[in-house]
């Protein structure tokens, strides 16, 4: 089985709104998180980042938490707008192991308005 | 500045067929990866090449697929024998370093009749 795995193949909210998108991981030997913004005909952007010695990291409008204890990994949108619609994948890296991205399925935000 | 550039962004052949996709990556970046991804589906790792060679090519399917990346700039993906199960959209990414994010171009979607 996947390694990355959502919780919620479709989350809907107001406008305006904070949005909580989850992510949860089964390999303890991963030691590097990112999550990406996929708009409907283009590539996955990158939205945050986090390396397994951090719990949170902050960017704008955007946080990432990590709890290794739970393998449970979220983000969270502030404030979500129209342009926040997309699927938003998390992704992981094994420490030591390929290089290569390991990709969930992907959470399909919708914005209410 | 300049993202990740992938050319054709549509190709369409039939069964048998040999396809090369090219993927520009951003400047200056030393890492190059190819992904591909099915309807619905987070991208899946192909290979990874640092500088000219290919780091780790664990995530190609067959002996039918191979990607050459000659001067560390420029890389092509090409795939022999095309099946129709090849049909998918695929993913080139950057990063400066291995250690830094990964950054996609929005992929050639690939379609075998």
């Known amino acids: 089985g996947e390694s990355v795995g959502l919780h919620l193949p479709t989350l809907s909210v107001q406008e305006g709104d904070n949005s909580i998108i989850n992510c949860a991981y089964s390999n303890s030997a991963s030691d590097y998180f990112i999550w990406y913004k996929q708009e409907s005909g283009k590539g996955p952007q990158f939205i945050i980042d986090?390396?397994?010695?951090?719990d949170k990291r902050q960017g704008q409008r955007v946080t990432v938490l990590l709890n290794k204890t739970v393998k449970h990994l979220s983000l969270q949108i502030a404030a979500t707008q129209p342009g926040d619609s997309a699927v938003y994948f998390c992704?992981?890296?094994?420490?030591?192991?390929?290089?290569?991205?390991?990709f969930g399925k992907g959470t399909h935000l919708i914005i209410q308005p | 500045g300049a993202g990740v550039s992938q050319t054709p962004s549509n190709k369409v052949t039939e069964k048998g067929k040999y396809v090369e996709l090219r993927c520009d990556p951003i400047s200056g970046h030393t890492a190059l990866y190819w992904y591909r991804q099915s309807l619905g589906q987070g991208p899946e790792f192909l290979i990874y090449f640092q500088g000219t060679g290919a780091a780790d090519d664990s995530g190609l399917p067959n002996d039918r697929f191979f990607a050459v990346r000659p001067e560390g700039s420029v890389s092509t993906l090409k795939i022999q024998r095309t099946e129709r199960g090849d049909s998918a959209v695929y993913l080139c990414?950057?990063?400066?370093?291995?250690?830094?994010?990964?950054?996609f171009g929005d992929g050639t979607r690939l379609s075998i009749l």
């Open positions: 986090i390396r397994s010695n951090m």
């Open positions: 992704a992981e890296k094994l420490r030591g192991g390929a290089d290569g991205l390991t």
């Open positions: 990414a950057s990063s400066l370093t291995v250690d830094q994010p990964q950054h």
